[in-house]
Every structure is written in structure tokens, then in C-alpha cells.
């Protein structure tokens, strides 16, 4: 596949072009006027097909993944080896009379070569897989499978194991495990991968491979509410992003030396794409062992040509930088004229590593995450420009910040005119596989004909619907094909994205004024004290309150006073001096006076996913929070009114 990306001239030339004065949909300036992009027949239209493209080109001896032992060392698997194994369970799954077209396959697992070949076995003879998180609780497990009536789900360990017997959905015949297990259970046949991958042959003899329109996946969304939503997605939806992210969003094209580290899971969208775009090209991916502990012992033998992250991953990057640079003057100020001398290298359209800076200071840094990246991927939320201009500096390689949902395959813009970006928080263009559109949000002042608006997305990678739910698929997606996400974006003068608002989760103050938790609770989260918020309002109330995590370190330093964290935490003075200098800073960046929080909560221990208050993907369960915290809350407001 040719790459059509190409530089910008400018730091200023526009990225889109106003496609319908009625709507003010935009597109991607490399769709050159001829409207939004569709796959041509000539690349993989399934993703079965972009695994064979694939293995062509890295050939049955070249490698595809890398499998850490309990060593550390890795074990290499060819893509010989996980078209032969594919193959096997491909054809276990037809002799177990799974039917094609429509089967399901459940995953519950962490990221493994066996992941992989379940999905391309499955393919084989065209049945669907269902990731189910590795986290998930017992409830939205028994969703999931019931829902879906999959018939086999393949499991990781005993851990997993005993949530799937407890909840016994009656759909399930046959549990395949992937490492030893124990049990007694007599009403489902469970089988090791062994026996099962054995039942099967290396004949193609019985494939039945899918279609471009036929369902690839459905990727249940973690859910901040109620139960998770089963996003249908095609392999055409799949193939659109994946082919498309080769042909026009890489400064570079991927090949078969190029390395992923795999540490994200594989349930989420944002890694399961950058599976398929690799294996399109016969690149690899090194799996992480789990253990977060182990991350840059892992990272330094892997030496990743490309990685991806979350936000919260590079702000504690970001934050360790900035700390060693705090702890000598003379390592601040060569840090300082270093990342000074790239960011005008950067402001000029250069990428390099080979600076007298990078190779006198830079690349200590550098070898942190292995040396080698040349580009970086960041989604799932919001990245801190701050941050994403810094990673440039320091890493002089390119990031692409890229924003969608698991409803559009995870990528509706990105920054991938990568030689000129501006660190302003935008998220790029369009891509040029779909449009985008701002709806009028009346309620809170936003118009489309302003550039302001709810973002909509219209094009081949927009999903197919919620699995059996067609009223919140008609929630989601209008008569006219547009997927509302939920987000209020603005066009900028380069015609990049912006997101600054969020239409859900908003509510009305007794005063009238519609409030944007999520929004607020970003601007405050820059703040180097605060590792959690959650911003809420009564409608009977003319204020809001908020429950804050501090960051522990930070914060400790300047008010733990020889106490425990735990004990500075219930000190009200120091909840009230916390409040004004935090609301102090949220007012400098913009935070208006009825947005910020009149009282405060300091809460010592963190939002995660084992107390149910974060989903998988580290999102705010804010019904959760909201039930948890509501006594604390409402005793805020008695306070206030007071």
C-alpha cells in the first residue's frame, strides 16, 4: 500500500475544507475534493484477508509476536506458526459444529499469542469473537455471554474460570482453558487449548471465509452506566481504519521490523486496531507480562519501534522527567536547552533523533522505553498538550494523538500530518475515511454554523449498531448515518478538532447554569496535586462540591506535617486551604467562578477498577461514585449553607 500522507508546507495550512454549506461537514484536505475515502478493491477487504497480506510479506519464518517467560526471557512465534494454529482451531470450531455466519466465540483472557489465533481461527469459518476485559466483574460477564448466547468461551486461568462457572450461562457448552486449571464441574465440557487446537487439522479444505459486511467483532464498551453496550462491528468497518491508518495517517510506512509492545488490552479498540494494522504488514507485537512492575525491565529487551499509550501512562512519565529535573539545577537547565533547541527543530517541520542534544543527554531518556520508537500513539482520552509537546522533545519521534470511540474503530481524527503539529490540545483532522459534522447543542450555546457543536462522524468505519439493542442504536446513530459521540468539538483556524465540552453527564444548578463535570474536572486535573476528581451538583443547589484524590507524594510535601496521608487527608484546614489554591489555579485556565467546587472532599484512597468505581479502560463509573459518596456530599452542602 502507497502511503498518500504527505508534509505540511506550514505550521498553519489548513488540514480540511468545508464539504456541504448545510451541514458544515469537513473533510480531510488528502481527500482532495472527491469525498470521503472507501476501501478500493485492490487492499484486504476482510480481516482475515489482512492477516494472509501479512503473512506474505513477513513470510512462515518471520516473526509475529514475542511471549515473555517467567525469566523475562522472551519466546519467539512465527506467523508460520499462528497460520498453522489458526488453522487447527478454525476447523475444531467447524467439527464442533459451530455455524458459520453466525456463532459466537467469547475471549476471556489477557493479551496472548493464543488471543490472536482464537480471532483468526474464528475467521477461518466466519464467526464473530466477543472480548470480555480481563477485569470485568461477574455481572457484566453474565451480560456479555447471555446476551450473546456464545456457545464456547475461551478462559485464561482458574481466576476466570470460577467467575464463568459461578454465573453458568446456559448458552455456554464448552470452556477451553489456557493454562492448568482445577474443578469438579460436571455440566460444561472444559478442554485444555491443547486438546482442543488437536481436534482440529491444518486443511483448508472446510474454510468458510467471511465477507467485508459480515460482523468481525463485538466489542462491548466498558460502560460508565448500567450494563456495557455491544458495539457490531464488520470487517469492513475494521478494514476501513486499518488500511486506511497505513495509506494516509503514518509519517512512515509500518513493516515487518517494526515492534509493538502489547500491554494494553486486547479487548479495548485502540490495541485490537493496532493488531490489525500490524499484521496487515507483517509487523510484530511483544506481549507484556502483566506486571506492571516489570514494564521497563520488559521494555529495554522488546525495544519497541512504536508504542502506544494512554494519557495517564505519559503524565506519569511526564511527572518522573520533571521530578529529576527538579532534584539538580544544572540537570533542569541542560533538560531545559535541550527540549528548547527540538521544540525549534519541531516549530520547523524537523523530526530527528540525531541532534548533539539527543545524542549527549536525550538518549538516556530515550533508552528508557528501548531507543528506538519513531512513533508514538496515544488515545482512549484527552492528552495534556503540555505533555504531547514534551514526548516530542524528549522522544524525537512523532505522536499521533488520535480520538474516536469503539463505535468508530477508535479513530475519527488524529494528528497525523505528524511534521507540524500545534501543541493547542487539538486532535487533528478527520481521517479520510469518514466526515465529521458539529451538531447544535442549544442548551449550552453551541451552534454548528459558529464551529461549535456536538462531534458527529459519518463514513465506512462507523459500527453497525448495539447487538440486540435498537433503541439506543437509534440513540447513537441518526437517520442520516451520523454517530453522535457526546463530545462539543471547535474548528480551529487550521481546520484540526478540538474537543471542549461534553454534552453528556451535564447537569442544571439551582441557579440555572449548565455544568460539564468532565470538562472541569480536566482542567483540574492538571493540576500536579490532584490524581482524581469527580465534580457533582445538586439541581437544588446553586454549587457544586467535589471528591479529590490527591496526588500522594506531591501533595505530602506541602501539607503532610508529619502525619499519615490517610490523617491529612481528614484535616479539614487542610481541605480548605487545598481548595483555595487549586480553585485559584482552575480560575487562571479559564474555570468560571459558579464551575468550581465551594467544598471539597479529600478522599485517600484511589478510584480503580478492583472498588468499581473506574471501568476497564480507567473511566469514571460516575454513577458509582456518585452512590458511594452522596452522604459526603450532601454533608458538603449542609456545610456550605451554613
Not at 469459518?125 to 470485568?136: A, H, K
Request: hydrophobic share 35%; with cysteine; net charge negative.
Amino acid at each position: 500500500m502507497e502511503s498518500q500522507n504527505r508534509p505540511l508546507k506550514t505550521l498553519d495550512e489548513p488540514q480540511t475544507y468545508e464539504a456541504d454549506s448545510e451541514t458544515f461537514a469537513r473533510h480531510n484536505i488528502l481527500c482532495d475534493g472527491k469525498g470521503v475515502w472507501s476501501m478500493p478493491d485492490d487492499l484486504p477487504q476482510t480481516l482475515l484477508d489482512c492477516f494472509k497480506q501479512g503473512l506474505k510479506a513477513a513470510g512462515e519464518d518471520g516473526v509475529c509476536c514475542g511471549t515473555p517467560d517467567a525469566e523475562g526471557k522472551y519466546q519467539m512465534k512465527t506467523y508460520g506458526e499462528l497460520a498453522s494454529t489458526s488453522q487447527r482451531l478454525g476447523n475444531a470450531f467447524n467439527k464442533l459444529g459451530l455455524e458459520s455466519g453466525k456463532s459466537k466465540i467469547a475471549i476471556f483472557s489477557a493479551n496472548c499469542f493464543e488471543y490472536d489465533a482464537i480471532i483468526i481461527g474464528g475467521y477461518f469459518q466466519n464467526l464473530c469473537n466477543v472480548s470480555l476485559y480481563d477485569t470485568l466483574g461477574e455481572d457484566a460477564v453474565q451480560f456479555i455471554l447471555e446476551q450473546t448466547e456464545a456457545p464456547i468461551c475461551f478462559i485464561q486461568d482458574q481466576k476466570k474460570l470460577d467467575i464463568i462457572l459461578k454465573v453458568k450461562p446456559e448458552s455456554l457448552k464448552t470452556i477451553v482453558m489456557l493454562k492448568e486449571y482445577k474443578t469438579d464441574n460436571k455440566e460444561v465440557n472444559i478442554v485444555s487449548f491443547e486438546e482442543f487446537k488437536n481436534t482440529g487439522d491444518t486443511s483448508d479444505a472446510n474454510n468458510n471465509a467471511p465477507t467485508p459486511s459480515d460482523m468481525a467483532t463485538i466489542n462491548y464498551t466498558s460502560g460508565t452506566t448500567g450494563n456495557p453496550k455491544g458495539v457490531v462491528l464488520t470487517h469492513k468497518n475494521i478494514c476501513t481504519v486499518a488500511n486506511g491508518i497505513s495509506i494516509f495517517s503514518l509519517p512512515a510506512p509500518w513493516n515487518t521490523n517494526d515492534v509493538w509492545y502489547s500491554y494494553l488490552p486486547m479487548a479495548h479498540i485502540f490495541e485490537r486496531a493496532v493488531h490489525c494494522v500490524l499484521m496487515s504488514v507483517g509487523g510484530q507485537w511483544w506481549f507484556s507480562s502483566g506486571d506492571i512492575k516489570k514494564l521497563l525491565d520488559e521494555l529495554a529487551v522488546v525495544r519497541p519501534t512504536i508504542f502506544g499509550s494512554v494519557p495517564r501512562v505519559m503524565n506519569r512519565l511526564y511527572d518522573k522527567i520533571q521530578a529529576t529535573m527538579a532534584e539538580s539545577k544544572l540537570k533542569g537547565w541542560l533538560l531545559r536547552s535541550a527540549t528548547a533547541s527540538k521544540r525549534g527543530r519541531l516549530d520547523n517541520g524537523e523530526v530527528t533523533k540525531n541532534t548533539l542534544w539527543d545524542k549527549l543527554l536525550l538518549k538516556k531518556v530515550q533508552n528508557l522505553l528501548g531507543g528506538r520508537i519513531h512513533t508514538w500513539v496515544s488515545g482512549a482520552a484527552p492528552l495534556n498538550p503540555k505533555v504531547r509537546g514534551f514526548i516530542r522533545e524528549i522522544f524525537s519521534c512523532y505522536v499521533i494523538e488520535a480520538y474516536g470511540q469503539t463505535e468508530n474503530v477508535g479513530c475519527g481524527t488524529g494528528t497525523s500530518f505528524v511534521n507540524y503539529q500545534k501543541e493547542d490540545g487539538c486532535v487533528g483532522p478527520p481521517q479520510p475515511w469518514n466526515e465529521i459534522k458539529l451538531a447544535d447543542v442549544p442548551d449550552m450555546q453551541y451552534f454548528g454554523k459558529d464551529g461549535k457543536g456536538e462531534v458527529c462522524f459519518r463514513g465506512d468505519n462507523v459500527m453497525q449498531g448495539y447487538y440486540n439493542d435498537p433503541e439506543k442504536t437509534a440513540e447513537t446513530i441518526d437517520e442520516d448515518g451520523w454517530l453522535h459521540t457526546g463530545d462539543v468539538g471547535q474548528w480551529m483556524e487550521n481546520g484540526t478538532i478540538k474537543i471542549i465540552d461534553r454534552k453528556k453527564h451535564i447537569y442544571k444548578t439551582a441557579l440555572g447554569e449548565y455544568i460539564a463535570p468532565e470538562k472541569i474536572e480536566g482542567v483540574y486535573g492538571k493540576h500536579p496535586h490532584i490524581a482524581q476528581m469527580f465534580l457533582w451538583g445538586s439541581s437544588l443547589q446553586s454549587t457544586n462540591v467535589a471528591i479529590i484524590v490527591p496526588e500522594e507524594e506531591k501533595f505530602m510535601k506541602e501539607y503532610g506535617k508529619d502525619r499519615t496521608f490517610e490523617e491529612a487527608c481528614a484535616d479539614p484546614e487542610t481541605a480548605a486551604n487545598f481548595l483555595v489554591a487549586i480553585n485559584k489555579f482552575a480560575r487562571q485556565d479559564g474555570v468560571k467562578g459558579y464551575e468550581v467546587p465551594k467544598a471539597i472532599y479529600l478522599e485517600h484512597e484511589l478510584f480503580s477498577i478492583e472498588n468499581e468505581l473506574l471501568t476497564p479502560t480507567q473511566k469514571a463509573k460516575r454513577p458509582s461514585i456518585q452512590k458511594k459518596y452522596m452522604s459526603i456530599m450532601e454533608k458538603l452542602y449542609e456545610e456550605i449553607n451554613n
